[in-house]
């Protein structure tokens, strides 16, 4: 079975660009959540989507924002780049919301110069 | 908001000892606590995870002990192997939604 799978694996953006960000969950699952790993830390929970519905929101500014598709696909969307957001990108699947497991994609390395 | 601490944050054993990993939350509503490992460059596995209805759960080598009245949560790791070298972290879920607070990670080094 496929697990959770995000795109592109890499990117390379200039300060003030935006990117687009896309995962697909495992199948049957109906949750997605977007997850920022910084160099030598735990991921920081950015968001959750639940039914194409945002079910929790993180502590990011409102250049970060995403949506869940009819296909339980999801895309995350940062705008005006700055050189903080250069991270791991990592997008979890889950069945449900209420304590299913979380299981992660390989990510995205975003790379801001 | 939930805060999730982790000990340590490197830790160095010799092959076929035991490892322990520590966290403690200062959330009470916190109701799930997964255990995740990352090797270099790949994505976080989920290991084990308890909830705070259990006190214990193993899984062949690994176990994981929590405590709510103290409010922490520790990971066993028995007769480490060298495959058992990576970066350990552990989480905390309070209520619904998928909001896991992860601590900073325990850089796990098992020598031959």
């Known amino acids: 079975d496929a697990g959770v799978t995000q795109s592109p694996t890499h990117l390379i953006k200039t300060r003030g660009q935006q990117v687009t960000l896309r995962c697909s969950p495992i199948s049957g699952h109906k949750s997605v959540s977007w997850y920022q790993q910084v160099l030598g830390q735990g991921p920081q929970f950015i968001f959750q989507?639940?039914?194409?519905?945002?079910?929790g929101r993180g502590n990011f500014p409102d250049r970060f924002s995403a949506r869940q598709f009819p296909n339980y696909s999801s895309e995350l969307n940062v705008n005006a780049l700055l050189l903080g957001d250069s991270a791991l990108y990592l997008c979890a699947s889950s069945f449900g919301t209420a304590g299913s497991p979380l299981h992660f994609g390989n990510g995205t390395r975003l790379t801001v110069t | 908001g939930e805060n999730v601490e982790q000990h340590p944050s490197t830790l160095s054993v010799q092959e076929g000892d035991s490892a322990v990993i520590k966290c403690t939350y200062s959330d009470s509503a916190s109701n799930y606590f997964p255990w995740y490992k990352q090797e270099l460059g790949k994505r976080p596995q989920l290991i084990i995870d308890i909830r705070s209805n259990v006190g214990e759960k193993k899984d062949q080598r690994i176990a994981v002990t929590l405590n709510k009245t103290a409010k922490h949560f520790s990971l066993h790791i028995t007769e480490t192997q060298p495959e058992d070298s990576a970066v350990y972290f552990c989480?905390?879920?309070?209520?619904?939604?998928?909001?896991?607070?992860f601590g900073t990670g325990t850089q796990l080094k098992v020598e031959l």
């Open positions: 989480a905390a879920k309070a209520g619904g939604g998928n909001k896991l607070t």
């Open positions: 989507y639940y039914e194409k519905e945002e079910r």
